[in-house]
C-alpha cells in the first residue's frame, strides 16, 4: 500500500548513508631527478626474468618515512597539521644514495634496496617524531626499527634468490650520488591496472623552524 511507504528524510542521507572515502597514504621523502634517473639505469642492466623480480618505476622511488595504510580521507587535515610540527624543526639534511641490500635477509630476500648514508641520525630522529606525533592519531609505531632506503624492487619468486645474492655482492658498494632532502611529502597511493601510481597531497618543507 502507498500508505505504508515511509520517506527517508534527505538530511539523514547526507549526513548518515554516504560513504566515506578513503585513501592509501604514506609519508616519504624523493630524491632528485638525475639520481632516480641513475637508479633507473642500474636496474635496467640487472637483466632478471619478469617473474623474478617486480622492480619499482623510476617515478615511484622514495625514501619511505611512515606508511599510513588506508585512512578516511576526514582524517586527513589532523594528519597534515600532525605532520607539520613534527617534520618543520628539523633542518635540511645531506644525505647519500650508496649500496645494494635485501630485507629481511640474503638467505630470504624480498625487497630490494639502495642504501642511505649521510645525516642518517637527524633523519631517524625526524621519523620517530613523525610517528610519536601520528601515534596520537591512532597510527601505530613500527615494530621495526627506522632504516633509511628506498625500495628498488620485491622478489616474486623464491628461485631468484642466487640472482639477487649475485647483484647484492656486486653493487653492495656501488655510489649513486649526493642529494639534499629539504621537504617532506604525503603521498596518496592509487593502484591502477599498470601499477601504483602515487599523488603527491602536501609538501613539508625542512625549515628548522618550530611551529
Request: proline fraction near 7%; glycine fraction near 6%.
Amino acid at each position: 500500500m502507498v500508505a505504508d511507504l515511509k520517506m527517508i528524510p534527505e538530511t539523514s542521507l547526507e549526513q548518515d548513508e554516504l560513504p566515506e572515502r578513503s585513501r592509501r597514504l604514506f609519508f616519504a621523502i624523493d630524491p632528485p631527478a638525475e639520481l632516480t634517473r641513475k637508479m633507473e639505469n642500474l636496474v635496467s642492466k640487472f637483466d632478471t626474468p619478469p617473474n623474478f623480480v617486480r622492480w619499482v618505476r623510476a617515478g615511484n622511488m622514495h625514501i619511505t618515512l611512515k606508511f599510513l595504510g588506508e585512512v578516511d580521507e576526514t582524517a586527513i587535515p589532523s594528519i597534515v597539521d600532525a605532520a607539520r610540527r613534527a617534520v618543520t624543526p628539523f633542518s635540511a639534511m645531506k644525505l647519500v644514495i650508496e649500496g645494494l641490500g635485501v630485507f629481511p635477509n640474503h638467505e630470504q630476500p624480498q625487497v630490494v634496496w639502495f642504501g642511505i648514508k649521510g645525516d642518517t641520525e637527524p633523519l631517524r630522529q625526524m621519523e620517530r617524531a613523525l610517528s610519536s606525533s601520528l601515534t596520537a592519531l591512532g597510527f601505530p609505531p613500527e615494530d621495526r626499527p627506522f632504516v633509511g632506503h628506498l625500495t628498488i624492487g620485491r622478489v616474486k619468486n623464491a628461485t631468484a634468490r642466487g640472482k639477487i645474492a649475485r647483484l647484492v655482492r656486486q653493487y653492495h658498494r656501488f655510489y649513486i650520488g649526493d642529494m639534499v632532502a629539504g621537504e617532506v611529502a604525503l603521498y596518496e597511493s592509487r593502484l591502477t591496472m599498470d601499477g601504483a601510481v602515487y599523488m603527491k597531497l602536501e609538501s613539508f618543507p625542512l625549515t628548522g623552524e618550530t611551529i
